[in-house]
T-cell receptor, first 116, second 115 residues
Framework: DTEVTQTPKHLVMGMTNKKSLKCEQH?????MYWYKQKAKKPPELMFV???????INESVPSRFSPECPNSSLLNLHLHALQPEDSALYLC???????????????FGEGSWLTVV | AQKITQTQPGMFVQEKEAVTLDCTYD???????LFWYKQPSSGEMIFLIY??????QNATEGRYSLNFQKARKSANLVISASQLGDSAMYFC????????????FGAGTRLFVKA
């Protein structure tokens, strides 16, 4: 079983709604990630938090707003999304440092988002 | 620039047989890590195996082994004794050894295991 848990598993939201995706990891990792994955494509990096600070924002539209309340939690706040934002959103975590073997990214089960 | 290439969009294998999924990579760095992930239709990305650029031996994890040929820049995944539950999408990925957070993924290979 994965030690990165995501809720909800499925979310359907209207374009005017505000919703949040939540992620929690129990691996003691200090880096947490949000990825977006469209059908039949590899995951695309959206955000990275390192030691609870935003480290990478891959030019993601402001309708996606990440939040890292503590080292175990990561949220993705959604507002005024478009139908093309429908995708699988994957949360992940890893250690921080220069030792590659310890920096393996571990993913959660994903949240399937449909924007109507 | 870094690049991961998986040239097999889909593969079929008979149950209990071995299968090799191809992966080639391109990087100018000397230190990097190579990863394979499995993604069933449920969506979860499952880490399978890791190979470091300085590792002299091929990595193995149970039925999974990584055929690492550094000079050819290839990192093929070998699954032995295929099972029906192995049917999934498989992604090869690379991360450079500079302490950065970016992992590059290949396009993926869809594996179908036949009974």
């Amino acid at each position: 079983d994965t030690e990165v848990t995501q809720t909800p598993k499925h979310l359907v939201m209207g374009m005017t709604n505000k919703k949040s995706l939540k992620c929690e990891q129990h691996m003691g990792h200090r880096a947490m990630y949000w990825y977006k994955q469209k059908a039949k494509k590899p995951p695309e990096l959206m955000f990275v938090y390192s030691y609870e600070k935003l480290s990478i924002n891959e030019s993601v539209p402001s309708r996606f707003s990440p939040e890292c309340p503590n080292s175990s939690l990561l949220n993705l706040h959604l507002h005024a999304l478009q139908p093309e934002d429908s995708a699988l959103y994957l949360c992940a975590s890893s250690q921080v440092g220069r030792f590659l073997s310890g920096n393996t990214i571990y993913f959660g089960e994903g949240s399937w988002l449909t924007v109507v | 620039a870094q690049k991961i290439t998986q040239t097999q969009p889909g593969m079929f294998v008979q149950e209990k047989e071995a299968v090799t999924l191809d992966c080639t990579y391109d990087t100018s760095d000397q230190s990097y890590g190579l990863f394979w992930y499995k993604q069933p239709s449920s969506g979860e990305m499952i880490f399978l195996i890791y190979q470091g650029s300085y590792d002299e031996q091929n990595a193995t994890e149970g039925r999974y082994s990584l055929n690492f040929q550094k000079a050819r820049k290839s990192a093929n995944l070998v699954i032995s004794a295929s099972q029906l539950g192995d049917s999934a999408m498989y992604f090869c990925a690379m991360r450079e050894g500079n302490g950065g957070f970016k992992t590059i993924f290949g396009a993926g290979t869809r594996l179908f295991v036949k009974a």
